[in-house]
Nanobody
Framework: QVHLVESGGGLVQPGGSLRLSCVAS????????MRWYRQIPGKERELVAT????????NYADSVKGRFTISRDDGANTVFLQMGSLKPEDTAVYYC?????????WGQGTQVTVSS
């Protein structure tokens, strides 16, 4: 059974940093593209960052480019999102995502709040 479990969210001041983690199980992690999304209440879920399998090529939303870094540790079945220079508009629930056997898989999300 596929499981994705996010952690690392919290309250941070503008300009600060946070590192999110997502531990995966139930599939061969190294073979799958992993993504981070975020969602603000009342808005659609937004793709933030993507990391390819194995060699790990990355892509970012324009809104986070240069501030966020996605990475993965295949030995630990974990994908990370290092967030820096955080802004109030980064406040959202952040979700880990992958597609396994044609089905979107989501974690429970972790809340990130950027506020002074």
């Amino acid at each position: 059974q596929v499981h994705l479990v996010e952690s690392g969210g919290g309250l941070v001041q503008p300009g600060g940093s946070l590192r999110l983690s997502c531990v995966a199980s139930g599939f061969i992690f190294s073979q799958y593209v992993m993504r981070w999304y975020r969602q603000i209440p009342g808005k659609e879920r937004e793709l933030v960052a993507t990391i390819a399998s194995s060699a790990g090529g990355t892509n970012y939303a324009d809104s986070v480019k240069g501030r966020f870094t996605i990475s993965r540790d295949d030995g630990a079945n974990t994908v990370f999102l290092q967030m820096g220079s955080l802004k109030p508009e980064d406040t959202a629930v952040y979700y880990c995502n992958t597609v396994v056997r044609g089905v979107q898989r989501w974690g429970q999300g972790t809340q990130v709040t950027v506020s002074s």
